[in-house]
């Protein structure tokens, strides 16, 4: 049988259990005895199982055959699910992420070593078999206490869905009329079920031949919970061990895989289809193409003042649009798919630099272009590891600072217009400023005039500068100033920015803002003399008529004063260095733009209105000019380059 056919999807299905086995072990670790989650690693584990074997990777088929093992010992209660036992697991899910991976060219790597792994699984393993070994020792001592006509009973009911219980109860040694407080723990009971047996007998009990203990075997609905607090509200029981007897006669109620694989099977079968990547993007450039025949034609019926075709163009517009717009949803995937892939690193970061770290995700149901969400990955892994490295303290320094042992760190994601802006949070140490400073001036970023002139937020984006760390040595961690330039440069890359707030002594915020796609963006289109330029409305806050008189200079810098504060005014003119083939004019259009946390004028000569533009790059020989982030066609089948605001501020 030909398996090539199928080495793409049983790839695609892989990797989701590996997801759903990483996820699902930290809940655990969390939660012990949470038996939703082992019954759904148990299924994950036995699904990639039976399809690994079904594709003859034996490796991987051997190495989910043992996790599957271990879980069942947790399934039915054999075993505890510690944190070296979830290590151990978690230890085999990475090995599994390897073969797989190495399965894509259709064979397993030979060199990939899973017999430790194994070694490791059985050891934890053994602790249960021994549990096991002393529950079934337990069953044949339940066997032997209990009369055939009582077993044949208790057997019969638990197989109705009731429970069995065996109750060891001891009177206090001073109590009067014993043989009273035993008629009362009875008539209790058989509010609660029926009691199949007792040790002493009941005319042993009635008479009063024990001394202060004796046992009752009931059949009930109710939980040993329930049993105890009845039986010790009563006076002179001095103690109550409730002992559950289904699971020692080998009624235990653990799911039916198959019957739990038949329903998740169904679960997941749904009114869709897995479509490739690259017929999505093919179907956007195609779409893309039409958005600017549309924009085309809208011009020229301007221009013949045609009716017919006027009516024609709008009908084609509004299609169009509604076209547009179900593939920009198609496009759309939540970024939860990025975002699950973080617990994991934390947990491992946290425990290698010793630190307590309550980690949070809130949002990972924000929807992102495919694209983009492809590439957030690795500025986000650099955030989480500098917020986990350099912001959280160690338990001991938080105490004495008066804060939980255990430090919050928070990702989140969230819509604005359209953008979407994701953010790091932690509730550490702070940045300090004026210690970006020194370290800037000491690796001759900046000169200590430049350093003394910088407010903090200048300071923050020296961090963002190639090369530069705040670390005082070099760990497996940080200290070699690869970290969040990566994250500028990305992001930027990506049409997006970058912003930080931080409160020395109470923490960090990193955002990160993102369009929501990149292939269509709405624009507001300027002319800067005789040049037309498109700024992306996700960063234009407001525009204003001036006279040019009315702006101010604040050393030596043109300003202006907008809602109560003063802003920076930057001349497009002088920042694009446009040919001055038209004389400057009283009246000046200025387009104020977020710039991080702050607004920032731009000055141009004219604003020609929105416009939804088709993002063009510029090729591989100006893709990185200063400013321009890329270009569009525009209805008269002229250029417009779209401004990179943050690259000219």
């Known amino acids: 049988m030909e398996m090539s056919q199928y080495l793409e999807i049983f790839m695609e299905e892989a990797k989701e259990h590996i997801q759903a086995l990483n996820d699902g072990l930290l809940r655990l670790e969390q939660n012990p005895t949470d038996g939703d989650v082992v019954g759904e690693l148990f299924r994950s584990a036995h699904t990639l199982k039976g399809m690994s074997a079904t594709m003859g990777f034996t490796k991987t088929a051997e190495l989910t055959h043992r996790m599957e093992s271990s879980l069942d010992l947790v399934r039915q209660d054999l075993l505890t699910p510690n944190s070296a036992f979830i290590t151990a697991l978690l230890h085999a899910v990475d090995t599994l992420e390897d073969l797989v991976e190495s399965a894509s060219s259709g064979q397993e790597d030979a060199s990939i070593d899973i017999e430790h792994i194994i070694a490791a699984l059985q050891q934890q393993g053994d602790k249960g078999e021994l549990v096991q070994e002393s529950q079934q020792e337990a069953a044949a001592t339940v066997a032997n206490e209990l009369s055939k006509p009582a077993l044949t009973v208790l057997r019969a009911a638990t197989d109705q869905g009731l429970h069995g219980y065996r109750l060891d109860i001891r009177l206090a040694p001073d109590a009067l009329l014993k043989s009273a407080r035993a008629y009362m723990v009875f008539q209790r009971l058989e509010q609660q079920g029926e009691i199949i047996q007792s040790e002493p007998s009941v005319p042993d009990l009635e008479a009063e031949r024990f001394k202060d203990r004796f046992s009752v075997w009931v059949i009930s609905g ?79 019926s301007k221009d013949l003042d045609n009716q017919a075709l006027a009516d024609t163009t709008a009908t084609l517009n509004r299609v169009l649009l509604e076209l547009q717009d179900e593939v920009m949803q198609v496009r759309m995937v939540a ?113 200590s005039q430049d350093a003394s002139a910088l407010d903090n937020e200048a300071a923050y984006k020296l961090l963002f500068q190639p090369g530069f760390s705040m670390a005082e040595q070099v760990t497996d961690v940080s200290g070699r100033g690869v970290g969040l330039d990566v994250v500028a440069s990305k992001i930027a890359s990506l049409g997006g920015r970058t912003s930080v707030h931080s409160e020395l002594g109470q923490g960090s915020v990193f955002t990160i803002i993102l369009p929501l796609t990149l292939a269509i963006m709405a624009t507001l289109q300027v002319k800067v003399g005789s040049e037309r330029y498109a700024i992306p409305l996700s960063v234009v806050d407001q525009t204003a008529l001036l006279k040019r ?14 809602r109560g504060q003063t802003i920076p005014v930057i001349d497009l003119r002088r920042a694009l260095a446009v040919p001055n083939g038209s004389p400057a004019v009283e009246d000046v259009y200025v387009v104020v733009v977020y710039r991080g946390r702050r607004l920032i004028g731009l000055m141009v000569d004219e604003l020609l209105g929105q416009e939804e533009v088709v993002v063009k790059p510029l090729g591989r020989f100006v893709d990185r000019s200063p400013g321009i982030s890329g270009a569009t066609i525009l209805g008269d089948g002229s250029i417009a380059l779209i401004l990179d605001v943050m690259s000219i501020v």
Request: aromatic letters at 2%; a negative charge; charged letters at 30%.
């Open 222 to 300: 109710s939980t040993s919970a329930q049993l105890q607090e009845e039986i010790e509200n009563i006076s002179d029981v001095r103690s109550v061990v409730v002992s559950p007897l289904d699971d020692l006669l080998g009624n235990g109620s653990a799911p039916d895989s198959n019957h739990d694989l038949a329903n998740a099977t169904r679960l997941r079968t749904g009114k869709s289809v897995r479509v490739d990547i690259a017929r999505l993007d093919r179907l956007m450039n195609l779409v893309s193409e039409l958005v600017i025949t549309r924009t085309r034609l809208t011009q020229i």
């Open 335 to 447: 970024v939860e798919q990025v975002f699950s892939r973080f617990p994991r690193m934390i947990r491992d970061l946290s425990q290698q630099l010793g630190k307590e770290v309550d980690f949070q995700i809130t949002g990972q149901e924000t929807e992102l272009d495919r694209t983009i969400v492809d590439e957030i990955g690795d500025p986000l892994v650099h955030l989480l590891r500098n917020a986990i490295d350099h912001g959280v303290e160690h338990a001991d320094v938080r105490q004495e600072l008066g804060k939980p042992a255990k430090a919050a760190v928070l990702l989140s994601a969230y819509h604005r217009g359209d953008s979407v802006f994701i953010e790091v949070q932690d509730d550490g140490r702070g940045i300090d400023a004026a210690k970006i400073k020194q370290k800037a001036v000491q690796r001759g970023l900046i000169t």
């Open 549 to 562: 008189s009315a702006l101010d200079m604040v050393e030596h810098r043109l300003a202006m004063s907008y």
